[in-house]
């Protein structure tokens, strides 16, 4: 059971690159998270997926976009990456209002 | 809109002491869910403690406990004889319908305390 997993770990992009960073989740849980973390703030919604099939935008949602592959993959996509974009992006799950979430270990992004 | 203060940027003590965290929110909910993590070095985020609004009785996780105060809307963290690997980011946080009727939920999140335990 290995929880929430998330790749990369840390990746640098030049102004414009695109890139995708991968989560899955093997809990069978029915929604998924993109969150970013930035400093002195706390964490903001960016995406979620209720189920599979479905994604609603969050918070900061401009810039991304996101694929739920199935129950397990949710995918956040950065199409011309930016300065702005430069953090750490954490993917979650739970299971509806059971108030368990799990945590993946964050993937680190810089954009220079 | 719904929010989550933590008035200490950052809070340092010496080890073995007793520290508390402060965190206010702001919600129209009656029932949610309230918690605090851990976030070390490491990046990984860690559950310390988890508070359900409708009890009153305070969450207690061994050297963790809450004094949650539902109609001022404060949840602050007491940590016991401190440790060392207690030094790490703290986040507040609470769970809240995303649309405020929908069965989709999100957490909404304090901005964090730094804690540093010195030896």
């Known amino acids: 059971n290995a929880g929430v997993t998330q790749t990369p770990k840390f990746q640098v992009l030049k102004t414009g690159q695109s890139m995708t960073l991968q989560c899955a989740q093997d809990m069978n849980h029915n929604s998924m998270y993109w969150y970013r973390q930035d400093p002195g703030m706390g964490l903001r919604l960016i995406y979620y997926?209720?189920?599979?099939?479905?994604?609603d935008k969050g918070e900061v949602p401009n810039g991304y976009n996101v694929s739920r592959l199935n129950k397990r993959e949710f995918s956040l996509r950065l199409e011309s990456a930016a300065p702005s974009q430069t953090s750490v992006y954490f993917c979650?799950?739970?299971?509806?209002?059971?108030?368990?979430?799990?945590f993946g270990p964050g993937t680190r992004l810089l954009v220079l | 809109a719904q929010t989550v203060t933590q008035s200490q940027p950052e809070m340092s003590v010496q080890e073995a002491e007793t520290v508390t965290l402060s965190c206010t929110y702001d919600t129209s909910e009656n029932n949610y869910y309230l918690f605090w993590y851990k976030q070390p070095p490491s990046r990984q985020m860690i559950l310390v403690i988890r508070q359900e609004a409708y009890k009153q009785q305070n969450a207690t996780e061994n050297r963790f406990s809450v004094n949650f105060q539902k109609a001022a809307k404060s949840f602050s963290l007491k940590i016991s004889d401190s440790q060392l690997g207690d030094t790490a980011m703290y986040f507040c946080?609470?769970?809240?319908?995303?649309?405020?009727?929908?069965?989709?939920?999100?957490?909404?999140w304090g901005a964090g305390t730094k804690l540093i335990i010195k030896p």
């Open positions: 979650a799950s739970t299971l509806g209002a059971s108030a368990k979430w799990n």
């Open positions: 997926s209720a189920s599979e099939g479905t994604t």
């Open positions: 946080a609470f769970m809240t319908p995303i649309d405020g009727w929908s069965s989709n939920y999100q957490l909404i």
